[in-house]
């Protein structure tokens, strides 16, 4: 029987990278699942190919930094489900730039995605996942722990997660939720391309680059599950880094 048979997931980001790999992983282990992602075709893939695990699949158009997506997103897979076990936050960007260059309407569309759109998400899901007792995991990054160049508002909204993570955790912790986050590194997916800045500095581009090779999203999203299962009860408001070592 897999971990996660009986229990139902809602996980953003699902269409690509991260979270398409770890939607499959769910699936693979028996989780209902409710995915959302703003990447229509990509999310209709990730969707059919968790269905072939033989697992309940719905899934829906839902960009998280708009509050009305996210409230109708969370209000449907309760309606479809009945309840919520585990929420599990991917949904991410990055945009690159020499930080004297960076607009303020891209600094705030990025905070607006990867920060408020992880406090909409855990917000709408809460009263449900402590129905449940469940469990929240988080997508911070190792930009969160140490400075990373061109990316100012990438690093500031990761370390928001980083907080927001404790703070839930602390904060629903006596309820029996339990909220982690993750902060990865060097894994191979989209966002991880060589950044479209003009004349990076390479030796600050590659202080976080993994000691060995870059990773699968399939690592991230084995941890990722972990996390969100019940042999991880007793972590709580815990960040893992997996990051190939880059930050030991
Ligand atoms: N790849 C890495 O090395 C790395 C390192 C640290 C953290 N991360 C984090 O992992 C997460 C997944 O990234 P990835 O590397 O798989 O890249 P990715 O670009 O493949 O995945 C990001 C996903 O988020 C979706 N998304 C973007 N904006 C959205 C919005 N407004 N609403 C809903 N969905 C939206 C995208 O469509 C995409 O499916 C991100 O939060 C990212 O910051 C990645």
Known sequence: ?????GKSVFITGA???IGAATSLRLASEGATLFLVDIQERELET????????????????????KEKDVTESINEMVKEFGAINTVINIAGIQIWRHSHE???????????VNLTGTFLVCR???PYLLKTGGSIVNTSSTTALAGIPYSVAYAASKAGV?????????EYGKEGLQVNCVNPGGIKTAMSKMPPVEEPDMDLL????PLASFAEPESVAGLIAY????EARHINGESIRIDGGALS
């Open 1 to 5: 029987m897999g971990h996660f048979e």
């Open 206 to 209: 590659l202080r976080q680059s």
């Open 46 to 65: 990730t969707a059919a190919r968790c269905s072939d695990h033989g697992v309940d699949v719905r899934f829906k158009i839902c960009d998280v930094s």
């Open 15 to 17: 269409s690509t990278g």
């Open 227 to 230: 996390l969100a299962s019940d």
């Open 102 to 112: 960076h607009s303020v309407e891209d600094f705030e569309k990025t905070l607006a």
């Open 162 to 170: 980083l907080a927001l993570t404790k703070s839930l955790a602390v």
């Open 124 to 126: 709408e899901a809460l």
